[in-house]
């Protein structure tokens, strides 16, 4: 089979090729970070910025915020240009021990529990045109078609790359049409003169500073995974220049089209609506596009749609690369011989997502961890100034002003801080959950004899692997 392999000139391994062109990253960040959030329910930082003015400044300083973040990333994913992201980053700084930490609470919650809700979005807003209005739809029915969207969507990632891509593609586009119609609606709108809801934009606004940190907190989760093409480093094509590019292209594209969207939703809403209503696009919708309203909802399917395919082949990714560090188990850090896709990763990865998907508790799991990822992001960011002492003569395509990771790690810690006064217990118990994973390392991973039960557990497991799944690690020849 011609070009299915990249092959080393010295020892012919298998390895993961490199298929993910400028158009796939900018779709990959751009499709992960637009979720439902911005049709579904943007009101958490106009409720408390208290006015339009001053919610659609905070969206867009946000949006900068997160470029700033991007920009030391680049330089981070350029010198350090391995898949994994921030664990790449913070064992290359700090040891195995912090890294090892992120991924426990990475696997543990973050990834499969991000994509559980994501998918368990998707299911809700396609089963929608099925119920009568006002009708509740079946938990079952969402965590049954939820799960078949995982499924279907692992299915594709494992059995080609390109598949993958072309489906973050297509889904991308489609959110940024559903998003671009929103805007023009709004155009339309202002250009006729209803502009009554956008007088005196900052009447209302807040002086309180909590309040604003808090409108600030949540403008920047609507912008969670710009880091998300890091975990891929090692799959993108000439990464030293289209990693930049796809954040260059990426963060500002977003960044206009959360602001426009949001002011396109008071053409039309009020403040009090756009606070009440349970899905912004979908009333707006209601209100503006007649008989064509259905679509709305399935934009909203469309757009989750293609974060559950972004997720799935990010996430996959970092487990692929923990377990090649020694930090998995070893099968997990196989290639499928035939799809050259790291099939055991991300079947592990759906089958997280998919269990998920039948707990009622997903939603406040979720919750638990937004402190340490904010912790786990500053660690990152810190790694850059590290570096920059520890190993000045690192070769660094990207150097971006120090005032930038200054800026942005301060940032981190504010929003490290903010959750311990505003949520102790769930901050306390993503603590617990994090440090859970220290007697782990050192039980599991940090020995370099384990018990010959361990041991022979491993190696059955990792060579039935193998054989079920036609899997080798990278340094093996393909044998077909």
């Given at each position: 089979?011609?070009?299915?392999?990249t092959?080393?000139?010295?020892?012919?391994?298998?390895?993961?090729?490199?298929?993910?062109?400028?158009?796939?990253?900018?779709a990959?960040?751009?499709?992960?970070?637009?979720?439902?959030?911005?049709?579904?329910?943007?009101t958490g930082?106009?409720?408390?910025?208290g006015?339009v003015?001053?919610?659609?400044?905070i969206?867009?300083?946000?949006?900068?915020?997160?470029m700033?973040?991007?920009?030391?990333?680049?330089?981070?994913?350029?010198?350090?240009?391995?898949?994994?992201?921030?664990?790449?980053?913070?064992?290359?700084?700090?040891?195995?021990?912090?890294?090892?930490?992120?991924?426990?609470?990475?696997l543990?919650?973050?990834m499969p529990?991000?994509?559980?809700?994501?998918?368990?979005?998707?299911?809700?807003?396609?089963?929608?045109?099925?119920f009568?209005?006002?009708?509740?739809?079946?938990?079952?029915?969402?965590?049954?078609?939820?799960?078949?969207?995982?499924?279907?969507?692992?299915?594709?990632n494992?059995?080609?790359?390109?598949?993958?891509?072309r489906?973050?593609?297509?889904?991308?586009?489609?959110?940024?049409?559903?998003?671009?119609?929103?805007?023009?609606?709004?155009?339309?709108?202002?250009?006729?003169?209803h502009?009554?809801?956008?007088?005196?934009?900052?009447?209302?606004?807040?002086?309180?500073?909590?309040?604003?940190?808090?409108?600030?907190?949540?403008?920047?989760?609507?912008?969670?995974?710009?880091?998300?093409l890091?975990?891929?480093?090692?799959?993108l094509?000439?990464?030293?220049?289209?990693?930049?590019?796809?954040?260059?292209?990426?963060?500002p594209?977003?960044?206009?089209?959360?602001v426009?969207?949001?002011?396109?939703?008071?053409?039309?809403?009020?403040?009090?609506?756009?606070?009440?209503?349970?899905?912004?696009a979908?009333?707006?919708?209601v209100?503006?596009?007649?008989?064509?309203?259905?679509?709305m909802?399935?934009?909203?399917?469309?757009?989750?749609?293609?974060?559950?395919?972004?997720g799935?082949?990010?996430s996959?990714?970092?487990?692929?690369?923990?377990?090649?560090?020694?930090?998995?188990?070893?099968?997990?850090?196989?290639?499928?011989?035939?799809?050259?896709?790291?099939?055991?990763?991300?079947i592990?990865?759906?089958?997280?997502?998919?269990?998920m998907c039948?707990?009622?508790?997903?939603?406040?799991l979720?919750?638990y961890?937004?402190?340490?990822?904010?912790?786990?992001?500053?660690?990152?960011?810190?790694?850059?100034?590290?570096?920059?002492?520890k190993?000045?003569?690192?070769?660094?395509?990207?150097?971006?002003?120090?005032?930038?990771?200054i800026?942005?790690?301060?940032?981190?810690?504010?929003?490290?801080?903010?959750?311990?006064?505003?949520?102790?217990?769930?901050?306390?118990?993503?603590?617990?959950?994090?440090?859970?994973?220290?007697?782990?390392?050192f039980?599991?991973?940090?020995?370099?004899r384990k018990?010959?039960?361990?041991?022979n557990?491993?190696?059955?497991?990792?060579?039935?692997?193998?054989?079920?799944?036609?899997?080798?690690?990278?340094?093996?020849?393909?044998?077909?």
């Amino acid at each position: 089979m011609k070009n299915e392999v990249t092959e080393s000139s010295e020892s012919g391994s298998i390895q993961l090729k490199k298929e993910i062109k400028l158009h796939n990253g900018v779709a990959i960040i751009v499709g992960i970070i637009i979720g439902s959030g911005i049709f579904v329910s943007p009101t958490g930082v106009l409720k408390e910025s208290g006015s339009v003015g001053l919610s659609l400044l905070i969206w867009g300083l946000c949006g900068m915020l997160c470029m700033m973040g991007a920009l030391c990333y680049a330089e981070l994913g350029t010198a350090i240009p391995k898949s994994g992201g921030d664990y790449a980053y913070i064992s290359e700084a700090y040891g195995p021990v912090p890294a090892f930490l992120f991924l426990w609470v990475a696997l543990l919650i973050v990834m499969p529990t991000g994509n559980a809700i994501t998918a368990l979005t998707f299911a809700k807003y396609i089963l929608q045109p099925m119920f009568p209005l006002g009708c509740e739809i079946p938990k079952s029915a969402v965590s049954i078609v939820a799960i078949l969207c995982i499924s279907f969507l692992t299915f594709i990632n494992c059995s080609q790359v390109k598949w993958a891509m072309r489906i973050q593609d297509i889904f991308t586009f489609a959110k940024l049409f559903a998003l671009g119609v929103i805007i023009i609606s709004g155009a339309v709108r202002i250009a006729n003169g209803h502009t009554e809801n956008l007088q005196a934009p900052f009447e209302g606004s807040t002086l309180d500073f909590g309040h604003i940190a808090l409108a600030f907190y949540s403008g920047l989760f609507s912008y969670s995974g710009w880091n998300y093409l890091n975990f891929v480093t090692e799959e993108l094509q000439d990464p030293y220049k289209n990693l930049p590019r796809a954040i260059y292209i990426s963060l500002p594209l977003v960044t206009v089209v959360y602001v426009l969207t949001n002011v396109a939703y008071f053409t039309v809403l009020s403040v009090p609506e756009v606070l009440t209503t349970e899905a912004v696009a979908v009333t707006f919708g209601v209100r503006i596009l007649g008989v064509m309203a259905w679509t709305m909802p399935f934009f909203v399917a469309c757009s989750t749609f293609g974060g559950v395919n972004g997720g799935i082949f990010a996430s996959s990714r970092l487990f692929f690369v923990g377990a090649r560090q020694g930090h998995l188990p070893d099968c997990l850090a196989m290639i499928n011989i035939k799809n050259i896709t790291p099939l055991p990763s991300l079947i592990f990865v759906g089958l997280l997502s998919c269990l998920m998907c039948t707990t009622s508790d997903v939603y406040s799991l979720i919750n638990y961890t937004s402190f340490i990822e904010s912790s786990f992001i500053a660690l990152s960011v810190s790694a850059l100034l590290f570096l920059r002492y520890k190993q000045p003569n690192l070769k660094r395509p990207i150097k971006v002003n120090l005032i930038f990771p200054i800026v942005f790690l301060l940032i981190c810690v504010f929003l490290i801080i903010l959750p311990l006064y505003s949520s102790p217990m769930e901050t306390g118990i993503g603590v617990v959950i994090t440090l859970t994973g220290i007697p782990v390392y050192f039980l599991l991973i940090w020995p370099k004899r384990k018990p010959s039960c361990i041991e022979n557990t491993i190696v059955y497991f990792t060579h039935s692997t193998q054989k079920l799944l036609r899997c080798v690690g990278e340094t093996h020849k393909r044998t077909d």
